[in-house]
């Protein structure tokens, strides 16, 4: 079992930036891939970025590309995503997850991860 918690979301002006943080508990987190997501209202959930369990490896969706980065601490058990460059549409709920352990690298696809954190909301001013 691996639970997740993220922090890191607020209100922000268009153009400006976020870093959120998602903290792991339980099992080894280095052995998990991991993932953001997002779902903005009455929009399905989106693939925001993953990265590999060293995170050497990484896939941005193309909305966020050149403008978010995720990155990860292994020794504090915890990943990031940079956001800059922020747009009103990227207002959304953002979810952290981590992929089953069988897995090396990340996934854009929701139903391939195992755990799921309860999310940040990220509110973006025009």
């Known amino acids: 079992q691996v639970q997740l918690v993220e922090s890191g979301g607020g209100l922000v002006q268009a153009g400006g930036s976020l870093r959120l943080s998602c903290a792991a508990t339980?099992?080894?987190?280095?052995?998990?891939?991991m993932g953001w997501f997002r779902r903005a209202p009455g929009k399905e959930r989106e693939f925001v970025v993953a990265?590999?369990?060293?995170?050497?490896?990484?896939y941005y969706g193309d909305s966020v590309k050149g403008r978010f980065t995720i990155s990860r601490d292994n020794a504090k058990n915890t990943v990031y995503l940079q956001m800059n460059s922020l747009k009103p549409e990227d207002t959304a709920v953002y979810y952290c997850?981590?992929?089953?352990?069988?897995?090396?690298?990340?996934?854009?696809?929701?139903?391939?991860?195992?755990?799921w954190g309860q999310g940040t909301q990220v509110t973006v001013s025009s």
């Open positions: 997850a981590a992929r089953s352990a069988a897995y090396s690298r990340g996934s854009y696809y929701s139903d391939e991860y195992d755990y």
């Open positions: 339980g099992r080894t987190f280095s052995g998990y891939a």
């Open positions: 990265i590999s369990r060293g995170g050497t490896s990484t």
